[in-house]
């Protein structure tokens, strides 16, 4: 098995969703390189592409079909102005055509070139979709794609991670493995054995330089959110709530830039009430974000993309460990401990439910407060087998398909959590432990494995189905 670096789970983004938005972009990226590999796109007729199972039932809500047409368009969603989406997908429907890679001009209906199936799942995987290309000469191009998690995408012969997956020096793909090459190369912090392992890929100054990028677009997004009001996208009459809650946690004060945004917010309080609303604050600022088609960070995925950013920013703005060391190994450990979800479990709610989203994510975070606030490396794994044990079992069953209820609001639970269990491990002996977390990820697996697919983003059961949608 090769190695997945940490920069490949924690990453830049577009909401919705990572499987249902970010997956089919990439996947009709893949396909417009695939149809170039042997023929013009000039040769191109019709482009068609069906989407089936959990991109179709919740395809709407999770803009699938958003994301499936500007892929096919030629568009990144890393660099689109977001606030132009809108108005490229109003363009496509209205002039019932579609500049395939932004090169060649063909006919595009929407129900006709594009269809949600939703009768039919494809059996390798329930994110599946079908990418169709005519050409001119009567020939067609086939291929059939999956949106495995986090924006990974799959055919039944490779995977889409694999082209940047290696073989590092010493390899993570057990939490075990990690404590047992810490003992060997008298390693004290799991963050410097990530550094070694994340040389295989870049320079560790380029790591360095990575993990705060990542930061930076980690501060915009919440600030951009916490300064946003109206009611988000979808048809549910969600409102906008962080902005309000933002001033009232701030009371009069006025801030002209995220500079002094962040020192009035580490200086608001040092009450655990108010802090306890901070870190609220924080994740529900990123999915507002999220919900509404915005550039965030997916760590793991974008349902989950919150729960980071606002254990971060907690112990950014209400800790001592604040520097951008402690920012650096926050990331890449929590990066790391991702990599072995996705690699022997599923960080995909549709093939797991919401364990596999802020179930992970929440060990994630709890995996890096823990590494910077002086947590051993056992303490470090305990802080994230803590954080999945309590999410074990979690459905996915947004109302309306959409990543608002109860996406948003769970977020600032699973921030909460890894906290929670960040701190009941800093107070614990790891060797006492009766749980390792090599074992909870099993037991993760074997959970979504059982479970029912309608409670694994169907939007076929619980709140999803408790809950009239007319009545939001």
């Known amino acids: 098995m090769e190695s997945i670096s940490v920069f490949e789970i924690i990453k830049v983004g577009i909401g919705p969703s990572s499987s249902h938005t970010m997956g089919p972009w990439n996947a009709a990226e893949m396909f417009i390189n695939h149809i170039k590999q042997e023929h013009q796109l000039s040769e191109v007729k019709e482009v068609f592409v069906e989407f089936f199972g959990s991109l179709a039932k919740t395809g709407i809500g999770h803009g699938t ?12 969603f890393r660099l689109i102005d977001t606030t132009t989406i809108d108005e490229k997908i109003a363009q496509i ?4 055509a579609i500049k395939l ?31 169709k290309a005519v050409l001119n000469s009567g020939g067609e191009i086939v291929k059939d794609y999956y949106s495995v998690g ?9 995977n889409s991670i694999e082209s940047n997956c290696v073989r590092t020096l010493y390899p993570c793909h057990k939490a075990h493995d990690i404590q047992k090459y810490l003992n060997k190369l008298n390693l004290n912090r799991v963050s410097d054995l990530i550094f070694l392992n994340e040389e295989s890929w870049r320079s560790e100054e380029e790591t360095r330089h990575q993990a705060l990028y990542i930061w930076q677009q980690i501060k915009e997004c919440i600030y951009k959110g916490v300064n ?3 009611v988000l996208p979808g048809g549910l009459n969600v409102t906008r709530r962080v902005a309000g809650l ?21 200086e608001s309080s040092t009450d655990f009430t108010t802090i306890n609303k901070w870190v609220s604050c924080f994740a529900l600022a990123v999915n507002e974000e999220n919900a509404s088609f915005g550039r965030i960070i997916t760590a793991p995925t974008n349902g989950a993309s919150g729960v ?15 520097t951008e060391e402690d920012i650096i190994r926050f990331i890449i450990t929590a990066g790391e401990i991702g990599t072995l979800f996705k690699k022997n479990a599923t960080i995909s709610a549709a093939m797991g439910g919401c364990q596999a989203e802020i179930g992970v994510s929440s060990a994630m975070a709890a995996a890096g407060l823990t590494e910077i606030m002086g947590g051993n490396p056992g303490q470090v794994l305990q802080a994230a087998e803590i954080a999945m044990e309590h999410h074990l079992g979690l459905t996915c069953d947004p109302i309306g398909g959409l990543v608002q209820i109860p996406c948003i609001e769970r ?8 906290i929670t269990a960040s701190n009941i491990a800093l107070e614990s002996i790891p060797e006492n432990a009766r749980v390792s977390l090599d074992q909870v990820i099993k037991s993760m697996w074997e959970t979504a494995l059982d479970m029912n697919t309608k409670y694994k983003e169907t939007s076929e059961g619980g709140l999803a189905v408790a809950v009239n949608v007319a009545e939001c």
């Open 65 to 76: 079909d958003i994301a499936g047409m500007l892929g096919l368009s030629g568009e990144d």
């Open 93 to 96: 429907k209205e002039s019932k």
């Open 101 to 131: 890679g932004g090169e060649v001009e063909l006919p595009f209906i929407y129900g006709h070139h594009l269809i949600l199936n939703m009768q039919k799942s494809l059996d390798f995987h329930p994110n599946g979709m079908i990418f």
């Open 150 to 158: 986090g924006g990974f995408v799959a055919t039944q012969e490779e």
């Open 228 to 230: 946003k009001e109206g």
């Open 246 to 266: 933002n001033r009232k946690l701030l009371g009069d004060k006025k801030y002209r830039n995220i500079n002094e945004w962040l020192k009035m917010v580490a």
């Open 308 to 322: 980071i950013p606002a254990v971060l920013m907690y112990a950014y703005c209400f800790t001592p460990f604040n």
């Open 411 to 418: 977020n600032s639970m699973g921030a909460m959590k890894a």
